[in-house]
C-alpha cells in the first residue's frame, strides 16, 4: 500500500499537486538543459583550453631539446640539476625554465674552453738567434771554400738567443776559428751552432728554452769583425743552409 499512494498521488487530478510537480518537471528540463549547456560549454572550454594547452607541450618539448641539448654538452651535474625541475613545473612555468636553463649551459660550455693549454707552443717555436742583425754573408761558397752558416751583425755585447729550445752540447772556445761557440742538439736530428760569441753565458748540459740568453755577439777566432756566426748542423759537421730550415720554421733570416 504505501509503494501506491505515491503513484495515486502522481495521477491524482488535484491541480494544487500537479502545478508544483509540473514545476519541478520545468526545473528539472531547465537543469538537465542546463547541465547539456554546462557539459557543452565545458567540451567548448575543454577545447578551448587544449588550445592554449598546445603551445605549452611544445614549449616543453622544446625545454626538454633544449636541456637535451645542455646536457649533452655540459657535466652530469648541470644535468640532474636542471632535470627535476621542468617535471614538477607547470606548462606556463617551463617557459621561464626553457629561458634559465640555456644560461646555465652556456657557463658549463664556457668552462672546458680554457681548459687546453697550448703550453707546447713556446719549446716548439724556433727564433731568430739575433732579432734585427743585418746580413753580412749568407751560406754558401766564399773566397773559395764553403762558408757554412749565415753571418749575422749588430753592435757587440748583442745577446743571442737560441733558435729553438735544446740542450747545449758544447760551450767553449775549441781553437779551431770559431772562437767561443755554443752548440745546441734540438733533440730531433738537428743542431744549431753559434760563433764568435765575445761571452758565453750557458754551460754544456744546460737545458734553454727557444730565445734564450746563451751568450754575446763579440769577434773571437777568426773574425774580422763583431759578428754572429750562425749554422744549422743536420747530424753534426753536416751543416746545411740555414736560411731555407729556418723560414720552414717560420724565421726569416734575409738569405
Ligand atoms: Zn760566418
Given at each position: 500500500?504505501?509503494?501506491?499512494?505515491?503513484?495515486?498521488?502522481?495521477?491524482?487530478?488535484?491541480t494544487?499537486?500537479?502545478?508544483?510537480?509540473?514545476?519541478?518537471?520545468?526545473?528539472?528540463?531547465?537543469?538537465?538543459?542546463?547541465?547539456a549547456?554546462?557539459?557543452?560549454?565545458?567540451?567548448?572550454?575543454t577545447?578551448?583550453?587544449?588550445?592554449?594547452?598546445?603551445?605549452a607541450?611544445?614549449?616543453?618539448?622544446?625545454?626538454?631539446?633544449?636541456?637535451?641539448?645542455?646536457?649533452?654538452?655540459?657535466?652530469?651535474?648541470?644535468?640532474?640539476s636542471?632535470a627535476?625541475?621542468?617535471?614538477s613545473?607547470?606548462p606556463?612555468?617551463?617557459?621561464?625554465?626553457?629561458?634559465?636553463?640555456?644560461?646555465?649551459?652556456?657557463?658549463?660550455?664556457?668552462?672546458?674552453?680554457?681548459?687546453?693549454?697550448?703550453?707546447?707552443?713556446?719549446t716548439?717555436?724556433w727564433?731568430?738567434?739575433?732579432?734585427?742583425?743585418?746580413?753580412?754573408?749568407?751560406?754558401?761558397?766564399?773566397?773559395?771554400?764553403?762558408?757554412?752558416?749565415?753571418?749575422?751583425?749588430?753592435?757587440?755585447?748583442?745577446?743571442?738567443?737560441?733558435?729553438?729550445?735544446?740542450?747545449?752540447?758544447?760551450?767553449g772556445?775549441?781553437?779551431?776559428?770559431?772562437?767561443?761557440?755554443?752548440?745546441?742538439?734540438?733533440?730531433?736530428?738537428?743542431?744549431?751552432?753559434?760563433?764568435?760569441?765575445?761571452?758565453?753565458?750557458?754551460?754544456?748540459?744546460?737545458?734553454?728554452?727557444?730565445?734564450?740568453?746563451?751568450?754575446?755577439?763579440?769577434?773571437?777566432?777568426?773574425?774580422?769583425g763583431?759578428?754572429?756566426?750562425f749554422?744549422?748542423?743536420?747530424?753534426?759537421?753536416?751543416?746545411?743552409?740555414?736560411?731555407?730550415?729556418?723560414?720552414?720554421?717560420?724565421?726569416?733570416?734575409?738569405c
Amino acid at each position: 500500500m504505501q509503494e501506491d499512494s505515491p503513484v495515486q498521488n502522481e495521477n491524482t487530478p488535484d491541480t494544487t499537486v500537479e502545478q508544483p510537480r509540473r514545476g519541478r518537471r520545468r526545473n528539472r528540463l531547465i537543469v538537465l538543459g542546463a547541465a547539456a549547456l554546462v557539459a557543452l560549454g565545458l567540451g567548448g572550454v575543454t577545447v578551448a583550453t587544449s588550445g592554449p594547452d598546445r603551445p605549452a607541450p611544445t614549449a616543453v618539448s622544446l625545454d626538454a631539446q633544449s636541456r637535451a641539448d645542455a646536457a649533452s654538452r655540459a657535466d652530469r651535474s648541470a644535468r640532474e640539476s636542471s632535470a627535476p625541475a621542468s617535471p614538477s613545473a607547470s606548462p606556463t612555468v617551463s617557459p621561464s625554465t626553457a629561458s634559465a636553463s640555456p644560461t646555465p649551459t652556456k657557463t658549463a660550455t664556457a668552462k672546458p674552453k680554457p681548459k687546453p693549454k697550448k703550453t707546447t707552443r713556446p719549446t716548439a717555436a724556433w727564433v731568430d738567434p739575433m732579432p734585427g742583425a743585418s746580413v753580412t754573408s749568407c751560406f754558401g761558397e766564399r773566397w773559395g771554400t764553403l762558408h757554412a752558416g749565415i753571418d749575422l751583425a749588430l753592435p757587440s755585447g748583442t745577446p743571442i738567443r737560441a733558435a729553438a729550445a735544446g740542450t747545449v752540447t758544447q760551450a767553449g772556445d775549441a781553437a779551431d776559428g770559431y772562437g767561443n761557440s755554443v752548440f745546441i742538439d734540438h733533440g730531433n736530428g738537428y743542431l744549431t751552432h753559434y760563433a764568435h760569441q765575445g761571452r758565453i753565458a750557458v754551460s754544456v748540459g744546460q737545458k734553454v728554452k727557444a730565445g734564450q740568453v746563451i751568450g754575446y755577439e763579440g769577434a773571437t777566432g777568426d773574425a774580422t769583425g763583431p759578428h754572429l756566426h750562425f749554422e744549422v748542423h743536420q747530424g753534426m759537421w753536416n751543416q746545411i743552409d740555414p736560411a731555407p730550415f729556418m723560414r720552414a720554421h717560420g724565421v726569416d733570416l734575409g738569405c
